[in-house]
């Protein structure tokens, strides 16, 4: 008994399961958060697709309502210019007609003081009759083209409402997409943040791996590799002791990407560059060619070691893109180099 007694204090309190728990606890607190994010960017991305289409058809209809405002005034234009048409005609019939009733006057007048006369009375009531039935016809014209611009009236103070109410939508259409791209922008910069956050990971581990030496230098967020650890002069095949510094890099970034959510389009971009110095081989004609076979042995190595080729960027910048453009040859050696840098796609 004293025994078991003893053996059990020596083993002490088991505190493993309650450490898997918490464990699996926060990987499922991850994978929901993980997952509402990836259901809130479709959504928002559908009630943006939906908005713009919205948007479309209210800026045709604007445009149909300006075309018939614009058509509806031409036509008031047009009534206007017949009225006032009509309105000098009424005028010179008031006015041929107060002639015609002056010459009746003094015609009536003489007929008092002679019958011979009578012939011509007769003759200036006639025109005045004629007068008064075409002063008639043109009130009848004036009055039917009152109505007819009331109408128009009528109709543009209606289109005016309706192309309100469309501005009105259209400006409430405005407010709801800004706010969605207010979202989306949030969102893009916290990607952006998490992105930043694995790149300094994956270039914190680089540091440990390939230590500090000469020929391996940091600028910005870019590994500098002089051209000399993977290749030989005007050459763009791999040496051993290069894939051996390719080999912990592609250790590097495989224990990270499985770290990288999926939907952070990420990449690992290699670029080729050379010095100044003119190479014209039947392999290389320039140094073009050159700098972007490097940059492509390089990601074809790390496609060999499990890489994604979707993850990898090949890029030849020839000697259009040098660090010291000082022209001596410790300048060159620098300008000979490659370049690692984890962007977003």
Do not use: C
């Not at 289109?159 to 997409?177: F, M, P, V, Y």
């Not at 500090?212 to 590994?223: A, H, K, Q, S």
């Not at 389009?265 to 039947?282: E, Y």
């Not at 190595?301 to 910048?317: D, E, H, N, T």
């Amino acid at each position: 008994m004293a025994l078991s007694r003893g053996r059990r204090r020596t083993e002490g309190i088991n505190y493993w399961p309650g450490f898997v728990d918490a464990l699996s606890t926060l990987l499922l607190s991850i994978i929901m958060i993980l997952s509402i994010f990836v259901l809130g960017q479709f959504f928002l991305s559908q009630e943006v697709t939906g908005k713009d289409e919205a948007l479309n058809q209210l800026n045709a209809q604007v445009a149909e309502l300006s075309q018939l405002l614009a058509l509806e005034r031409s036509n008031e234009r047009n009534a206007q210019e017949q009225l006032s048409a009509l309105n000098a005609s009424l005028d010179k019939s008031n006015s041929d007609k107060t002639r015609l009733q002056g010459l009746l006057d003094v015609a009536q007048a003489d007929a008092a003081a002679a019958n011979a006369n009578s012939g011509q009375v007769q003759q200036v009531q006639g025109e005045l009759d004629n007068q008064k039935r075409l002063s008639g016809q043109a009130l009848a014209q004036v009055d039917l083209l009152n109505q007819q611009i009331s109408a128009l009236r009528r109709q543009i103070a209606a289109l005016e409402q309706a192309l309100d109410a469309s501005e009105s939508k259209d400006r409430e259409s405005q407010t709801k997409i800004a706010d969605l791209g207010s979202r989306l922008n949030a969102a893009l910069a916290q990607r952006v943040q998490e992105l930043s956050r694995y790149r300094s990971d994956f270039f914190g581990r680089l540091r440990d791996v390939l230590g500090n030496r000469p020929d391996i230098r940091i600028v910005g967020d870019r590994f500098v590799f002089q051209s000399e650890v993977f290749f030989q002069a005007g050459q763009a095949t791999l040496q051993p002791e290069g894939k051996a510094e390719i080999d912990k890099i592609a250790a590097a970034l495989l224990d990270l990407q499985d770290k990288i959510p999926n939907d952070i389009p990420w990449v690992l971009r290699v670029d080729g560059h050379t010095d100044d110095r003119p190479i014209n081989s039947p392999q290389f004609p320039s140094n073009w060619e050159l700098s972007a076979s490097r940059a492509i042995a390089v990601v074809q190595y790390l496609i060999s070691k499990g890489i994604p080729a979707q993850r990898l960027v090949a890029a030849g910048f020839g000697e259009f893109q040098p660090i010291d453009t000082s022209g001596t040859d410790e300048a060159r050696n620098r300008n000979r180099r490659i370049e690692l840098k984890l962007t977003e796609r």
